[in-house]
């Protein structure tokens, strides 16, 4: 596809489960993102992975959050244990290597029951 | 789906008008900046954006001014139409060597016909 596509693009769970967001970034995007974005709020950065370095997990919120990805291709973002506060959209975005610009998805949208 | 942005500040304009998004940026050493519009629903879009050896950028019906003396950063529509509602992040890169943007708040802009 053309631009960044994220899964499921709504998901309702029970407090307490694991959940995994997933995240197909533009096809030779070396970089991508993660962020959450609460309701009525700006984005919160989460994880940046770049190529093959060490990915940068400074905003992180807690060890129940972590992020995969393969090679320079799709990227899932895990939260075990959800909480309430959890509940937010998830935006995954990516871009080509060393040029500024984000392309974003349209997020997925998560509800912690 | 969700309305984005229901407690961020409010502009709102009459169709036609010109339209000013202000924005405050936090560090000086921030080199580049970025403005994205974001509709309901949907992910983070670029509009524009600007380098910090520059002071002025115009794009298609939109302008971008950067003041660094105060840090200030405003993004200018012209003829504004009903399809501009959406909600405006300005972004700010990270110095520390990378593409890590930190976004402000965001503006609410309503357009009214």
């Known amino acids: 596809g053309a631009g960044v596509s994220q899964s499921p693009s709504n998901k309702v769970t029970e407090k307490g489960k694991d959940v995994e967001l997933r995240c197909d970034p533009i096809?030779?995007?070396?970089?991508l993102y993660w962020y959450r974005q609460r309701l009525g709020q700006g984005l919160e950065f989460l994880i940046y992975?770049?190529?093959?370095?060490?990915?940068?997990k400074s905003g992180l919120p807690s060890d129940r959050f972590s992020a995969e990805r393969t090679g320079e291709s799709v990227s899932t973002l895990t939260i075990q244990r959800t909480q309430q506060e959890d509940s937010a959209v998830y935006l995954c975005?990516?871009?080509?290597?060393?040029?500024?610009?984000?392309?974003f998805g349209a997020g997925t949208r998560l509800s912690v029951l | 789906g969700e309305s984005v942005g229901l407690h961020l500040p409010t502009l709102s304009v009459q169709e036609g008008d010109n339209s000013i998004i202000n924005c405050a940026y936090s560090?000086?050493?921030?080199?580049?900046f970025i403005w994205y519009k974001q509709e309901s629903g949907k992910g983070p879009q670029f509009i524009i954006d600007?380098?910090?050896?520059?002071d002025k950028r115009q794009g298609q019906r939109v302008t971008v001014l950067l003041n660094k003396t105060v840090k200030h950063l405003s993004l200018q529509i012209a003829a504004t139409q009903p399809g501009d509602s959406a909600v405006y992040f300005c972004?700010?890169?990270?110095?520390?060597?990378?593409?890590?943007?930190?976004f402000g708040a965001g503006t609410r802009l309503a357009v009214h016909p």
């Open positions: 975005a990516s871009s080509f290597n060393r040029v500024n610009i984000q392309y």
């Open positions: 096809s030779g995007h070396t970089a």
């Open positions: 992975f770049q190529g093959n370095s060490a990915p940068d």
């Open positions: 560090n000086s050493a921030s080199d580049y």
């Open positions: 600007i380098r910090s050896n520059m």
């Open positions: 972004a700010e890169n990270n110095p520390g060597g990378y593409n890590k943007l930190i």
